[in-house]
């Protein structure tokens, strides 16, 4: 029997209200219709088609890329009493006949599964007898070739508009250009479905990018700000993970391996223990990530650029899922514009598709080089607005400085041409400073007009021009491997001296005071006793279930319970994220915690 959405959100999941955009969204499905959903990672997506499935008579049927993500999902909404069930690869025959029972009998409210399962003979075959509530697709950019993480196995999806005509379909992403989003609508036949856009703004996380000096000494550094803290740090090569997280590792954090190269047993082992114990940092290629609901991740950290902003935001979104602040910080540097670039123009992709990468790669220099609010302009790329800088990025809080480059540029330029175009950058630093070494000699490049010419400027200087100059489009990468350089067209007009310059100074690496979490705000011995108290208990009882800890409660309901101090079970039920089935399963377990350090602490008498 359907039910009252707002009493959903309540009695199931803990929650009072629903937070902005979302009661649009579940009205709407919940009335029957379907949807296209945009929504920030940590907005509370899954709500919105969770809500209505529950609402709605029938099974809800939801289509997921990782088994990790379907696990994680279904062992959380079993934590809120809610029976939820993943069809995949794990189960075998018997497993997957009960399942089907199951079904059949109505036993089951919400059903995960992959594309592919989905769209076999067998399941529609089984689904077509079977009450439907909605379908959800998440994680929808799959479906986009436009999009930073394309599926093909998505592609099919679009029969499920012929095969259910009557469910209410709605699909789900945290990033999607316009572009992607009309790829979205055609191919799952969504083209006449409204668009819910929340809003792509996540003000909770501070936004931090530099450029590339000595990247070991600067993640130590900035892993000292998130001492204890669970983090991921990305890597672009599998090799690069093993040796960073090796040397995390002996510079005693507890750092963990993960890239799509290690054996399935040892990735699951490393997710698992990353999701289970607090205060790991996973150093991971994109390979990981999307299957991860983890809310307590404080920061996501990038060694090396990902390919587009898209990538970027939605790698950075797996920070701070609930709320409390976080933090996403990327190092670049010229070496991964020239790999990125060299990527794309060797790449057998069609030539409208290179262009959709360069401006995608372009896009995404741009707002590493940035000299005011990097929040705006990530937010105007996808199409929002945001009238004054956040501040809570590295630019608000600490305005860079710019230079006149004109005259250092020309002379790059000018380099880049006298030696014939087919050089790299750190030849052509030898060559503006004067440098008298064997393969200057060989080419006679001591001869040029230009030698010497910058030996003012420090090598570190040269080498963030010509990256400035690369990402501006001035000057382009060769592709035979060997990092030459070449000129655009574009930069006649400087070169000509019709044009100036203005570029980012480098500035050093700086350590900044974290934002407060609601912990570091218990000066008072009592409140600081009952927050570790309440972890503790936390701690026990999802050791005992075999889930990780945020499954119980997160920090933020956490931090609620010591702030609040509930008595009874009725005050416990008004806390956000505690709904009936947590309350009968945990409430005695929590309330005999705060009583007992509200004694100790003469509270209670």
Known sequence: MAREPAAILRHVFGFEDFRPHQRQVVDHLTEGGDALVIMPTGGGKSLCYQIPALARPGTGVVVSPLIALMQDQVAALERHGVRAEAWNSTLDEEDVRALERRLQAGEVELLYLAPERLLTPRTLKLLQHTPLSLIAIDEAHCVSQWGHDFRPEYLGLGILAEHFPRVPRVALTATADPLTRDEIRRRLQLEDAPLFLAGFDRPNIHYRIEAKQRPREQLRRFLQDHPGESGIVYCLSRRKVEDTAAWLQSQGIAALP??????????????????????????????FGMGIDKPDVRFVAHLDLPKSIEAYYQETGRAGRDGLPAEAWMLYGLQDVITLRQMIESSEAEEQRKRVERHKLEALLALCELTTCRRQALLHYFGEQQSAPCGNCDNCLTPPETWDATEAARMALSTIYRSGQRFGVNHLIDILRGVDNERIRQRGH???????????????????????????????????????????????????????????????????????LPHDRYLDPGQQRLWEALRAKRRQ????????????????????????????????????????????????????VINEILWENGALS
């Open 446 to 516: 001591q001869h040029l007009s230009t030698y010497g010419l910058g030996k003012a400027i420090d090598p570190g200087t040269w080498r963030a021009v010509f990256r400035q100059l690369i990402s501006r489009g001035l000057v382009h990468v060769e592709l035979d491997g060997h990092g030459g350089l070449r000129l655009d067209p574009r930069c006649r007009p400087l070169l000509r001296g019709e044009q100036h310059l203005q570029l980012r100074r480098e500035r050093p690496s700086a350590r900044r005071q974290r934002r407060e």
């Open 258 to 287: 993960y890239h799509a190269g290690l054996p399935a047993e040892r990735r699951r082992d490393h997710q698992e223990r990353f999701l289970r114990e607090e205060g790991r940092v996973m150093v991971a290629t994109v390979a």
């Open 541 to 592: 009882l999802a050791d005992a279930e075999g889930i990780p800890a945020y499954m119980i409660f997160n920090d933020a309901t956490l931090a609620e319970l010591v702030e609040r101090e509930p008595r009874d079970e009725t005050q416990l039920a008004a806390i956000d994220g505690i709904g009936r089935h947590k309350l009968e399963h945990y409430g005695a377990a929590i309330l005999e």
